[in-house]
């Protein structure tokens, strides 16, 4: 029986702990999402609102519905419930600075860049990273920068394609680069601004489980990983860790979320300074494999 009318606080209970356990282990395979014990009151909490927007009436006629959905919109809306999308402008602003000023001198010779963002969530990351290389670069960024942004939920990433915020995201921007990138909404948009063409140019969004290959995702000079690998336990960031390196250049950087840590993860990449990481160039490989250990 659907439970829809049901008050909001009517038909939420705690999980049982086998429904708990499915719960978990489903999360865990599809997402790598780590649900430890002693969430079951956040989960329960979470998953009641679904559970009712879905019409399920029971646990087992929302875990059928999920597992079941050949769309995968539901497991989507399940990872959404279990994981925070929380981004912003410019967040960890000391990344863009060392982008700035230790990445983009290096590339003063390149002909193409390309930046992966490797869970964008709605956006502000790779339209960051856009802003920052065409305020950097110019125009001519237009021509040689591509920035790959995916995540892994369609939700966010429709989103993060409209380009449309609320005025309020971007507080703390300096007006100059707010007027050079954006357009302010009139009438009914006002309070939003959209990304303007040449911002939008520049990032082609995708979905992606970087739980699952991502050799399809390309080789890039800069990987932003920001703020999901702190959903995952060791061996699943092990296993994300090594495949992202395996889609840096040589003498590439990889960016993590500044709570999160490599330590206890054998990754091959050498620590740069807090959250930067960077693959041994073709040089420095060849010098390592002489040198006499
Ligand atoms: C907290 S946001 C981080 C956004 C941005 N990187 C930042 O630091 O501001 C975490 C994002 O990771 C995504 N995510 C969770 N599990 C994922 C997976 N297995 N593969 C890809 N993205 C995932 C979520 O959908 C969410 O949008």
């Not at 999360?27 to 009712?52: I, P």
């Not at 021509?143 to 507080?171: H, N």
């Not at 740069?272 to 693959?279: G, L, M, W």
Request: charged share 25%.
């Amino acid at each position: 029986m659907p439970a829809t009318d049901a008050g909001p606080a009517a038909s939420i209970r705690p999980l049982k702990a086998r429904e708990f356990a499915q719960i978990r282990q489903l999360a865990y395979e599809t997402f790598g999402l780590d649900l430890r014990a002693g969430k079951e009151a956040l989960v329960s909490a979470r998953l009641g609102k679904h559970m009712r927007e879905s019409g399920c009436g029971s646990f087992d006629e929302y875990y059928r519905h999920v597992v079941e959905d050949p769309t995968g919109e539901a497991l989507v809306t399940l990872i959404d419930a279990l994981t925070t999308n929380h981004t912003s402008f410019f967040r960890e602003p000391a990344h863009f600075d060392f982008l700035r000023a230790s990445v983009l001198p290096q590339w003063k010779d390149r002909r193409s860049v390309a930046v992966w963002s490797a869970a964008c969530s709605t956006g502000e990351e790779p339209y960051s990273i856009a802003m920052c290389l065409l305020g950097e670069l110019g125009p001519f960024a237009s021509g040689m920068v591509r920035i790959l942004a995916t995540d892994i939920s369609t939700r966010v990433l429709a989103q993060a394609k409209r380009g449309i915020y609320p005025a309020e995201r971007f507080e703390g921007l300096p007006s100059a680069q707010f007027r050079k990138f954006w357009l302010r909404g009139e009438r009914d948009w006002a309070g939003w601004y959209r990304a303007k063409k040449e911002l939008r140019a520049l990032v082609e969004f995708r979905r992606l489980n970087l739980l699952e290959s991502l050799s399809q995702a390309g080789v890039f000079p800069l990987i932003f990983c920001r703020n999901v690998m702190i959903y995952f336990d060791k061996p699943t960031q092990q296993q994300v860790v090594q495949r992202l390196g395996e889609c840096l250049e040589p003498g590439g950087y990889l960016f993590i979320g500044h709570a999160e840590s490599l330590n206890g993860i054998r990754h091959g990449l050498e620590y740069v300074r807090p959250a930067v990481y960077r693959k041994a160039s073709q040089g420095e490989r060849e010098k390592g494999r002489r040198e006499p250990c």
